[in-house]
């Protein structure tokens, strides 16, 4: 197994990396920026665009072309092509304390995402949010400090989520309805962030302030042990021609009382050799 920094560019809270099977590109975002890169794998290149918000928390891809980012209080269209922002719709409007964090989009085309309070001391409730193709948005769940990891099996029976509690993975029962049912503990004991779900249903999660992934059997049995040393993990994601490089946004300074030790801070680290496999993310529908 071999870890090696993906490109110089450093973030300061490095998240929500997404593999575009179709372009073979990367993108993720630096939160605090706040700001999108794209690496082009063909030609090794990135390129970014600076936001007009405050926080970025995630990004998804649209099949019509574009990406949908959980920014601020709302859901916003993004186009790469010229840098155009719009509002789709603000569920957190009034909120000041609180913003979208982590997202992704469901196997039905929908994109969820949840809030997380900005001040990590504060414990206000924060809701979870589906925005459907219709790009009418729902609220879904509640009881979130801070919205994490949500990933899906791949039939989307099963909504993996964490957030509610502190050092607890949750499955919910989802399915086409989209409403999460039935909440029950994966693991508990962990210190979770983000995560997705590789070929062979296993789930992937990046633990925050242990400086590793973990591999999650369905029944919640820890199958690996990934470490990343001297790095404060926040998320994880498969890519390349064969969906068996492994994706590791970092943070690069100080977040929540947490700061990394080891080298390239802040940059994404890509895993390769691990013998696992990944799947391509759906994209959104609207």
Not at 19 to 27: M, R
Not at 127 to 148: H, K, Q, T, W
Not at 223 to 245: E, N, W
Request: glycine residues 12%; contains cysteine.
């Amino acid at each position: 197994m071999k870890i090696s920094a993906l490109s110089d560019d450093q973030c300061h809270l490095g998240e929500g990396p997404l593999w575009d099977v179709a372009e073979q590109a990367l993108y993720w975002v630096d939160s605090y920026a706040p700001r999108i890169y794209r690496y082009d794998s063909a030609s090794a290149k990135t390129r970014f665009w600076d936001l007009p918000g405050k926080q970025v928390g995630s990004l998804a891809l649209r099949e019509q072309g574009g990406l949908i980012l959980a920014m601020d209080q709302g859901f916003y269209s993004f186009q790469p092509g010229s840098g155009e922002v719009e509002i789709i719709d603000l569920p957190l409007a009034g909120r000041e304390g609180l913003r979208l964090n982590d997202g992704k989009v469901d196997p039905f085309g929908s994109f969820v995402a949840g809030g997380m309070n900005i001040d990590y001391r504060q414990r206000e409730n924060c809701p979870m949010y589906r925005l459907s193709p219709e790009l009418e948005v729902a609220e879904i769940l509640d009881g979130f400090d801070c919205f994490n990891g949500p990933c899906f099996s791949q039939d989307g029976d099963l909504l993996y989520v964490t957030g509610r509690r502190d050092g607890v993975i949750e499955v919910f029962d989802y399915g086409p309805r989209q409403q999460p049912v039935n909440g029950r503990v994966l693991l508990e004991n962990c210190n979770p962030d983000g995560a997705t779900v590789d070929a062979e249903g296993f789930i992937w999660s990046a633990q925050w302030d242990d400086a590793c992934l973990l591999r999650i059997a369905p029944d919640g049995r820890i199958d690996a042990r990934l470490p990343v040393p001297g790095q404060v993990v926040s998320s994880v994601m498969f890519g390349g021609a064969g969906l068996d490089q492994i994706f590791v946004t970092t943070i690069g300074d100080e977040v929540h009382g947490s700061a990394p030790s080891g080298v390239l801070p802040g940059r994404v680290l890509v895993i390769e050799d691990s013998g696992f496999r990944g799947r391509a993310e759906p994209r959104f529908k609207g």
